[in-house]
């Protein structure tokens, strides 16, 4: 039978931002609509009543706060979104041309607005206004307005880096695809679309405002960029308190009225350790309300609730794990993932540095220049010199990021950095071919020179903090010690919890009676990440399995996984439910619920809120929600998946071949649409037609066992023995590991 599919919450969601411009990240309406004026409404904000908390503006925060607005002014927040005019437009639009696809692109100015001639949805060329400058260094895009309120980036890119260094020139995000107007990265496409994609982290409370009946938007925002309370929340109560309005007295003396207090440095000093050159906070930082402010727009994560908990990000947010697409397997960034993911790897992280403990959190500049931002903490005679790191001074590999933070360049000119801060491992890339910082220089240099040069410099390998490669790559290979190795990774307290969480995701897919109990010590562990990991990996139990495991979760403290909580006990039937729980289930599942209405123009949301009917036997509210993702996104593969398995269910598997078979109009390259169709063909008793579709997933998707297991299954079927045994051992010479092919190849052995 054909199975739907359930890919991870983190990534239906819009769980990053593609289309992300400036430097530090930083997360896309009727333009002329706003909560406030863009610099605020001084008056109306000192008449605030008490109810509040309401957002009143940069220009209110200034008049107490001069210095950190002084420091904030120009810097990437400030600049993250501008209105199109002379001063903040930095692309050249004197009639320029910027030729790709057989499409020539040209920007040029009309009656003192910017505009671009250029292919709209339909192909066809037309001029369109440039409404909104995005970002600024080192590259800067525009934005277009489309009908239903819908505001476009523009692939077509301003480099604005020096000529010295390659800038001041047009250039084009996705130079190695071809991106005409029916391709998905066109920017008239969802993925380019800044209400969907960026709005949230570009701008202050901003309140995306979808209509699901119009396919509309109302974007809003109270300013334009990301200001003060972007990051310190709604300053009404902080205001009253300051100015003793009446009430005041009724406001925390201690909090001051502030939504968060980002307090974690108060009180707190560094000191270095004359022993090991190494740094040692005074009193160890008990809370994360700062480093959970930044990733709120500073890591690949997944929104869930539109009113976001300041210094909580779980509680409206669910952060990406360390996925095959997104990290190596040794946690170095791969994919667009921003800081946060890579950070809560680190040994810094683990030991109590914050954000703010390199950068200076208004201007957002590191506290000291070169080296010297990390010597703030790590004693210079030790690791300052050619004994530690075997470079010349001021030369490329003396300086401490060169090793300890390797950069990777996205959107074609934006250089980021890696901030796992982890010790090179030449000898892992030898073992498994995840990237070294020492090749990244040394590029005509095999990774066994260098973890030749690093054993005979330092007498050993390097063996640092992170000690979770080896095992996430065996369970991306399937390696038949697995889930032993993802066992101890789970139990490992000193491994970072996003790769523990990680490990707890993979044992969700190899579930055994063994298995079954760690994922039930997972969801009670005391980490949020850990136990939203476990709900997802449910999926391979029956409703009446994970009742008795995870109920209590309906009441987590953390609202996500409350509603993960709600998405995995779907199934169950309330008449099961003990009636003194069945409140907390209803409220859990009405949570979750609002998650799937905010992103309901999202396809994978649609498809997440069909399968949440799906389990509960509300077909028709399931099947309008799949041909609702299907009009969102006419490519979305999990769509047809999933729908075409509702109508086997129901027994409508003629409409359900249809659906099939609409999807590989769209996308006759997808496997697992090939491999819906052949297990559908074959259901109806169609065998030929079956093996040529079973067959061509997998020559689409060698690497997928599922695929090769059930062609293989169905030649025997066919009474082709023979074929299918030599088929089994070829696959076995791709996937040597895969259990359900070895004992095939067994069973086949024997007839």
């Known amino acids: 039978m054909s199975a739907p599919v359930r890919p991870y919450h983190k990534s239906l969601f819009a769980a990053a931002a593609v289309l992300l411009i400036i430097g530090v990240a930083v997360i896309f309406v009727r333009t002329s609509v706003h909560l406030s004026s863009s610099n605020g409404d001084v008056a109306s904000s000192k008449a605030m009543v008490l109810s509040g908390p309401e957002f009143v503006g940069r220009s209110v925060c200034a008049e107490c706060h001069a210095e950190q607005d002084r420091l904030w002014r120009g810097s990437h927040h400030d600049l993250a979104m501008q209105e199109a005019a002379s001063g903040t ?18 920007f040029f100015r009309r009656d ?5 001639n250029t292919d709209g949805p339909d192909g066809r060329l037309a001029d ?26 523009i692939s077509i890119a301003w480099d604005s880096r020096s000529i010295e260094e390659g800038g001041q020139r047009w250039f084009h995000l996705y130079p ?13 496409k969802r993925a380019q679309n800044w209400n ?28 334009i960029d990301v200001s003060c309370e972007a990051c310190h929340g709604p300053a009404s109560r902080h205001v009253a308190w300051v100015e003793r309005k009446p009430g005041f007295e009724r406001i925390d003396a201690e909090t001051k009225g502030l939504i968060v207090q980002l307090d974690e440095r108060l009180g707190s000093r560094w000191t270095i350790d004359p022993e090991s050159g190494n740094a040692h906070r005074n009193v160890p930082r008990s809370v994360d309300k700062e480093v959970q402010v930044c990733a709120r727009c500073h890591s690949r994560r997944a929104q869930f609730f539109a009113d976001y908990r300041y210094g909580s990000l779980m509680d409206s ?4 794990l360390l996925q095959e697409s997104l990290y190596h397997a040794d946690g170095q960034i791969d994919g667009e993932v921003y800081e946060y993911g890579s950070f809560l790897q680190s040994k810094m992280y683990r030991y109590g540095v914050t954000c703010s403990d390199c950068h200076e959190p208004h201007s957002l500049k590191l506290r000291a220049e070169g080296n010297g931002v ?9 690791f300052d010199n050619e004994r530690h790191h075997f470079h010349e001074l001021g030369a490329p590999g003396s ?47 095999t990774s066994r020179w260098a973890s030749d040069i690093v054993r005979q410099r330092y007498g050993h390998d390097p063996k640092g903090y992170q000690n979770f490669a080896e095992t996430l790559h065996a369970a991306q290979s399937g390696a038949n010690d697995t889930n032993a190795r993802l066992t101890a990774l789970l139990k490992d307290n000193n491994q970072p919890t996003i790769a523990r969480a990680t490990a707890v995701a993979e044992l969700g897919t190899r579930l055994s009676s063994e298995m079954f109990l760690l994922l039930t010590e997972a969801l009670n562990d005391p980490e949020p990440l850990l136990r939203s990991s476990a709900l997802e990996a449910l999926s391979q139990l029956t409703p009446e399995q994970r009742w008795p495991i995870a109920h209590q979760l309906l009441r987590d403290p953390v609202r996500t996984v409350r509603a993960l909580a709600a998405s995995a006990l779907a199934g169950t039937s309330e008449q099961s439910i003990p009636s003194h729980e069945r409140a907390e289930f209803r409220q859990a599942m009405n949570e979750y619920l609002s998650a799937l209405r905010l992103n309901a123009d999202d396809p994978a949301a649609q498809v997440n809120l069909g399968n949440f009917y799906s389990v509960r036997d509300e077909t028709d509210s399931a099947e309008r929600a799949y041909r609702e993702a299907l009009q969102l996104d006419s490519n979305w593969v999990p769509a047809y998946i999933n729908l075409a398995d509702l109508l086997r269910r129901i027994k409508r598997d003629g409409d359900g071949e249809k659906v099939l078979r609409e999807g590989l109009n769209h996308a006759p390259k997808s496997a697992v649409l090939h491999h819906s169709l052949g297990l559908l063909q074959a259901r109806n008793k169609n065998l030929t037609e079956a093996l040529t579709s079973l067959k061509q997933a997998v020559d689409l998707d060698p690497g997928a066992p599922q695929f090769s297991y059930v062609y293989a299954l169905a030649l025997s079927s066919a009474g082709n023995n023979k074929e299918a045994r030599e088929f089994v051992e070829s696959a076995l010479k791709r996937l040597p590991h895969d259990p359900s092919l070895i004992l095939l190849n067994e069973h086949l052995s024997k007839e």
């Open 399 to 445: 300086r401490c990021v060169d090793c300890h933070m390797p950069a990777k360049t996205y959107m074609v000119v934006d250089v980021r950095h890696d901030h796992g801060f982890r010790i090179p491992r030449p000898d892992l890339s030898e073992q498994i071919g995840t990237p070294n910082a020492c090749n990244a220089c040394h590029s005509d240099q």
């Open 317 to 320: 947010h669910l952060p990406s």
């Open 89 to 106: 437009v930095l692309g050249n639009f004197d009639d320029t041309e910027f030729s790709k696809d057989g499409i020539v692109s040209r």
């Open 374 to 382: 990390c010597l703030q903490c790590h004693a210079a005679e030790q």
């Open 112 to 116: 003192g607005r910017f505009w671009m």
């Open 176 to 188: 190695d695809e071809s991106t005409v107007h029916t391709d998905e990265l066109h920017w008239t």
């Open 196 to 223: 969907f994609m960026c709005a949230e982290c570009h701008s202050t409370n901003l309140q995306k405002n979808y209509d699901p009946d119009t396919r509309s938007y109302h974007t809003v925002w109270s300013e």
């Open 128 to 153: 369109f206004e440039i409404k909104y400058a995005f970002g600024f260094f080192p590259l800067q895009q525009y934005l277009i307005e489309l009908p239903g309120g819908r505001f476009q980036a």
